[in-house]
């Protein structure tokens, strides 16, 4: 069994104008009444939602999150996810092809999960959006997770129980600074995506393997093949 892990936002899914990111960032603000210190993720010690909200609940409060106040502030964010793709449909879209080249992964054999940093819900919401389907129990998200390693070994140890034996190879595709740190320090295969075009900056981070987007299938086939762990 060959396992393919897909980060989401950037990835699979763009939000123009950074708009997910505020969403997280309004529904802080809405819910607590202090001001969101920033949403360059690269700011805090680990890309994960739960990290991210920790962190700033201790910032400003110089404590850990309730469970309650968790649960408040994630159903504001959620409600806010899905009233902005009812609002401006068109503003939430999939990265060109990665829809098809999911289904295509699969005809072929692959096993096929998500990795990502954020909380499985809000996730969901972006994926259900742009009609982008996971099985459930290969879906890991940033919950409770206090690094994105553990949510890639999350996905690996579910693709080894579901098939009864570990993958013979493990891909990981994702589109920022932090995936190359992760797979670098997990030793797993890295595919970088940068739709916009910006190739260099996982080229320069020491990733071996970069496509634009999916659109060109074959081209995808070929940066799996030559993908390595990042240098």
């Known amino acids: ?33 202090r001001p969101f210190p920033t949403i360059d993720w690269s700011q805090y010690d680990h890309v994960t939602d739960t990290v991210i909200f920790d962190s700033v609940i201790g910032q400003h409060f110089g404590r850990k999150p309730g469970a309650q106040e968790t649960l408040r502030f994630q159903s504001c964010y959620q409600d806010k ?16 092809g990665a829809r098809e080249a999911i289904l295509q992964l699969e005809q072929r ?28 129990e290969l879906f890991s998200g940033g919950d409770g ?20 034996s570990p993958p013979r190879r493990v891909v990981y ?14 030793q797993v295969d890295f595919v970088g995506v940068r739709h916009r ?10 990733a071996q393997a970069i ?5 060109d299938f074959g081209l995808f086939l070929q940066a799996i093949e030559q993908a390595r762990p990042p240098l």
């Open 197 to 206: 075009g910006d190739t260099h900056f996982l080229r320069e981070a020491g």
């Open 81 to 96: 996810l899905r009233r902005n793709r009812q609002d401006a449909p068109g503003h939430f879209s999939a990265v060109p």
């Open 145 to 164: 997770k206090a690094n994105r390693e553990a949510i890639l070994e999350e996905v690996i140890s579910a693709a080894a129980l579901a098939n009864g």
């Open 1 to 33: 069994m060959n396992l393919i892990i897909f980060d989401v936002d950037g990835t699979l899914v763009h939000a123009a104008g950074k708009k997910d990111s505020k969403a997280f960032a309004q529904s802080y603000e809405e819910t607590f009444g």
């Open 109 to 136: 054999g692959w096993t096929v999960g998500v990795g990502t940093g954020g909380w499985k819900a809000p996730a969901l919401i972006k994926l259900d959006h742009v009609e982008i389907k996971i099985k459930d």
């Open 211 to 215: 496509i634009q987007n999916y659109t």
């Open 173 to 186: 595709i994702g589109d920022a600074l932090w995936d190359v740190a992760t797979t670098r320090n997990l």
